[in-house]
Every structure is written in C-alpha cells, then in structure tokens.
C-alpha cells in the first residue's frame, strides 16, 4: 500500500540521517584536538549554529546507539504540549546496580531562550565520551563508580516554538515560558509559566509573579506544570543523587541555595567547591541576592537542597549578555566552567584530606629491645606524627580510601604504633612495607567524617647525623587508578615533613638551647637594671625646691647697713637693706 511505501521510504531516510550523524560524531571522536573538533561539531545546529531541541534529542540518541554500555536514554513524563521529555544516564554501572552508586543530576534549558544550557549539556556529554573513547582512565574510573543524570530540555516546548520561529523568519523569539496559557497575553510570548519558579521550596515569596503575563509567572501552585512534575518524579525515585546543577545563561555566575551566603558556607562543602573546583576566573560566587541584588523563590536547586537535603548550584554561563550570543564566544564560555563539573562528579564519590596536626620527637630509654616511657637522651628516637584524615566526599569512603604513604630513609625508620582517635589499630592489619617506607591504612571514613591519627615512628640511633626528609604521599580522589592519578589534573597530595635534628645532634642543639636562654636570661637583667638607672634619674630630674627665711641678728644687721651703697648711673640712690639670708634647701 501507499502508506506501508512511504513509511519504507521514511525508513530509509531516517537510516541515512543516522548513518551521517554517526560518521559525523565518528569524526570528532578521532580527532586528536577535542576543543577544536567540538567547536566546529557543534556548530551545526539550524539556529544560528546553536542545536535545536530537536537536533540535540537526534545527537543524544545517535550516542546511545554508538555507546550503548555509557549513554542510555529513558522517558521521564510528557511536556504541556505532549513532547516526551528525557533524561540521558551517563555510566558504565549496570543498571541492576545503578541505585547502589552515588549520582548527580543537571538540569538545562528551564527557560528556553537560553540557547548556551543546552550546549553546555551537549558538550559536557560530548567530552565525556571522547575521554572515554581515548581511554582516558579518569574518566573511565568514574564512568564505573557514579550516575550522571541529564534533563537537558525541561521546556522542550519553548525550546521547539523558539526553532519554528527561527526556520520560518531567522529572528528569535524570547520565550522564557513554558506554553500553557492561563490567560490570553498582549505578547505570544508572555503566556505560561516560568518553570524555575514552580518547584516547592518558598514558592510564592517574593521573586516569582503572580501575574499570568509576568515572565516570572510562578503558576497557580507548586508542581503545577507537566514540566515540573516530571522532573520530581525523576529525582524522587533516584534516592542515590548527591549534588544538582541547573545550568542557566548568562552572567557567568555560580549561584547558592537562597539559604546561604558567602559568609555561611565557611567549613562546608560549598566553600571546599569555591576554594578547590577550579571555578573560572571571570565567574562570581554567591546568591543572587549576593551578586545581582536579584530574588528567586521556587527554584530547583532551593527545592534540593532544603526538601532533599542534596547541595546544588545554579549556574549562568556566559560572558556576552544576549541569550542568543556568539556561538564561538559560547563555546569558549562553556568549556571554562568543564573543570568544576569534573570535580564534584569526582567529590560525590570520595575526596581524602590528610594535613599535619603536630610533629614532635622524644628520646627513650630501650632495655633488651623494649621501649619504655621517655626518659631522656638514650637509644631511640621516637617520631609522634599528628594527622587529621578527612573525607570530603559526599559518599563514604572505600576500606581503603584512606591510604597514606610514609617515605622514609632505608630502613632505619619503622611504625610502633598507630592510634585513630586514641583507639589503637593493629599495625600487623593497617600496615604494609613498601618501597622505601610503608603504606598505613585506616579504614573507611564516613562522608564528612574526620579522624586523627596519631603514628608513633622510632628512628635507630646509628642512622646519619644529618637531617632527613619523611615524605606522606595519599590520593586526593582515592578511586582514581595509579594511572589515572599520574595523568590526571588532580594530584596526588605529597606532605613533607622535614626534620633537621638526628640523634647524635640533638646534644648540641640542647647544649645551643641552654646558652641561648642564658642569653635571654642576662638581656632580661640588664634591661630591667637599664630601666631601674633611667627611673631613678628621671626622679631626680624632677626634684622640689624649699626656700626658708632666716632672720639675721642685730649685729649683722649692724654690718650690713655699714657697707657703702653704690651709685647709681643715674645719680639716684638705691634703697638698700638686707633683712635676712635666704638659704636654698635642695629636697
């Protein structure tokens, strides 16, 4: 029949689109140069460049047909309009075990217009999988230790008004909206409702509208929309989900949960990602209260972080303000803000911290072999390393996660004791020899949960007089292979500890000791007699004088009014009588 004909012929045509987009996608795998080969894969969208919700849905599907074991493709619920709405699962975990693995989920095109939150899941996918395809063993590690969850188009029906539009008269429509209509607008445009405020956390508090041709029309109740609802049942039935974006443009922004501030997140992961990720240069940190001056109620990551108590950001890439930028320049925005993303999908898994506390040194007494309580200078040197071992990750460690690498000279130096929290471990079951020193182990860490670990080393007296160096190497992400921690941005954390002081030197730096506090010693006394002198001049600086009137006898009086009185210059005579001798008494 004509029907059976036609749908042959689609058939085949659709076949080819397939074949050509997998050659295509073929192409940019080989590559040698992933940025540029990106760049100009990308640029085939129809809008301008940019890929249409459309053309993005048939490149995800031909990834899932050439990487079946990575990219799996599932319906999550249907849009106003009835357009199937996806979520694209990256991972190599079996999907019998996908639940037993922590996951994160990202969010894009929540308000269609933004043309650079499609791209930027596109192109997070994309390098992913040519990692993957040039057997890049981070990327593969962590490919078989974590779920990542793509809902790249939350409003597939703007996103879709927007790309018939543009193919009928080549301008863009600024459709932030979703299209259902709860009343007739002046502008086409204005209907719907603004789906990032329409999750549950403070919805209907100030920064959403409840004007229906408000561009932030929150809707008449939370979990109103097809859209939002869909994505609810999502995240409600994946338990294992750690950490959520929701990407935006544009302003190159990194947005908090509204509970939050810059000052609040001191000590907590959100300052770990600000401080350690690698956030370009160009981008802010904050909440939009913060940065732009700006409120949002009903937003995904609030809804997350305050009813799901996952942490998450909103992030608005780009630098030109036009949510239909440059593409070039787009391009160039998106894979700046690529580091970041890499490290929270490896800090959902497991992030190992290890930093010195104290570092001292004690000089004991050994009778036949045995160490006993310190007592002075005689046949050991005992080294008392203080360390807090943290796991920063958002999942629990693994057994041996927490491995730490004591490289130290020869064998002059060995582990006595191991104490996590001021329980001791059994050395025979926590520590190994290795080349050149040993390995410790102290178990699996809960997420966030730091412990201290106190390692009592002893040095033998006949090792050299001169200082020596003791190396603590670990693994900031420990589920990253040797390999991939040698090839990898990430790297592996080496503490020294550098002691200048052997056995044999420390009765000189005693010695040293006692004459420099002697020194002190006499500093002090002369200073404190140089102060006593001054304190006493400076009294006598400051003495009284007492005048006292003596009268004198008659006879001197007598004396005194014999003597001759001079003249004057000018022929007058003075008056002249002495009464009395003044005599100065100095107090």
């Known amino acids: ?39 100009d ?4 969208g129809s809008l301008n460049k940019f890929y249409s919700a459309k053309e ?3 490149l995800l599907q031909a990834y899932a047909d050439k990487f079946p074991d990575i990219v799996q493709i599932e319906k999550i619920g249907k849009s106003f309009l009835g357009e199937d709405m996806i979520a694209v699962r990256i991972s190599k975990i079996p999907r019998s075990k996908e639940a037993s693995y922590p996951s994160l989920v990202m969010l894009g095109t929540i308000h269609a217009r933004e043309l650079v939150s499609l791209t930027t899941h596109l192109y997070f996918i994309s390098k992913i999988l040519y990692l993957a395809h040039h057997h890049n063993q981070n990327v593969e590690d962590l490919l078989k230790r974590a779920n990542i969850y793509s809902i790249p188009l939350v ?21 932030r909206k979703n299209r259902h209509k709860y009343k007739e607008c002046i502008d086409s445009t204005s209907i719907g409702v603004d789906l990032s405020r329409n999750f549950g956390a403070h919805f209907g508090e100030s920064g959403s509208n409840p004007d229906e041709c408000d561009e932030e029309y929150r809707g008449p ?22 950490f959520s974006f929701d990407y935006h443009s544009y302003g190159n922004l990194y947005l908090l949960p509204t509970l939050l501030s810059v000052q609040s997140i001191k000590g907590t992961p959100f300052e770990e990602i600000l401080l350690e990720a690698g956030i370009p240069s160009n981008a802010k940190f904050g909440t939009t209260q913060e940065l732009i001056h700006y409120k949002a109620s009903g937003i995904f990551v609030d809804w997350m972080y305050e009813e799901r108590n996952v942490g998450g950001l909103s992030i608005e890439i780009g630098s030109e303000d036009s949510f239909f930028p440059d593409y070039e320049k787009a391009i160039g925005d998106i894979s700046a803000h690529y580091q970041p993303f890499f490290y929270i999908w490896n800090k959902i898994i497991q992030q190992v911290e290890i930093k010195i506390k104290e570092v001292s040194k004690r000089f004991c007494e050994q009778t036949g072999g045995v160490v006993h309580e310190c007592v002075g200078l005689n046949d050991v040197e005992l080294i008392y390393l203080v360390l807090n071992v943290t796991n920063k990750g958002f999942s629990p460690s ?4 927490a491995n730490i690498d004591l490289i130290a000279p020869g064998d002059k130096i060995t582990v006595e004791h191991i104490y996590k929290d001021f329980q001791e471990l ?47 190497k670990y693994n900031e992400f420990p589920h990253l292979s040797q390999q991939a921690q040698s090839n990898t941005d990430l790297e592996t954390n080496i503490i020294k500890v550098d002691y200048g002081f052997s056995v044999d030197s420390y009765t000189r730096a005693k010695k040293l000791r006692y004459y420099i506090w002697m020194a002190l010693i006499a500093v002090v006394f002369i200073s404190i ?30 004396e005194v009014a014999s003597i001759e009185r001079p003249e004057s210059k000018d022929g007058l005579q003075p008056y002249f009588q002495i009464i009395c001798v003044k005599i100065t008494l100095i107090i």
């Not at 894969?41 to 085939?44: D, N, R, S």
């Not at 109740?221 to 750690?242: C, D, G, L, P």
């Not at 693994?398 to 996660?401: E, G, K, L, S, V």
């Open 1 to 39: 029949t004509w029907g059976m004909l036609i749908e042959r012929i689609l058939g085949c045509v659709l076949v080819c689109i397939i074949s050509i987009e997998a050659l295509t996608i073929d192409n940019m795998m080989s590559s040698p140069n992933f940025d540029a080969s990106i760049k």
């Open 41 to 44: 894969f990308l640029a085939q």
């Open 56 to 58: 993005a849905i048939e």
């Open 155 to 175: 409003n597939i029906d703007g996103a879709n008004e927007i790309a018939t539009h543009y193919a009928n008269t080549k301008k863009f429509q600024s459709i």
């Open 221 to 242: 109740k939370a979990f109103s929309e097809e859209e939002t609802r869909a994505v609810q049942k999502f995240i409600e039935s994946h338990q294992n989900i750690k």
């Open 398 to 401: 693994d057994n041996d996660a």
């Open 426 to 472: 059994n050395t025979s079951n926590h520590v190994k020899v290795i080349s050149n020193g040993y390995s410790i182990n102290i178990g699996s860490l809960k997420s966030r949960e730091s412990n201290e670990l106190l390692i009592i080393l002893q040095k033998s007296r006949d090792f050299s007089n001169k200082s020596y160096v003791i190396n603590i």
């Open 529 to 558: 007699l140089a102060l006593s002198v001054f304190y006493i001049a400076k009294i006598w600086r400051k003495r009284e004088s007492v005048s006292v009137d003596i009268p004198l006898p008659e006879v001197a009086r007598e």
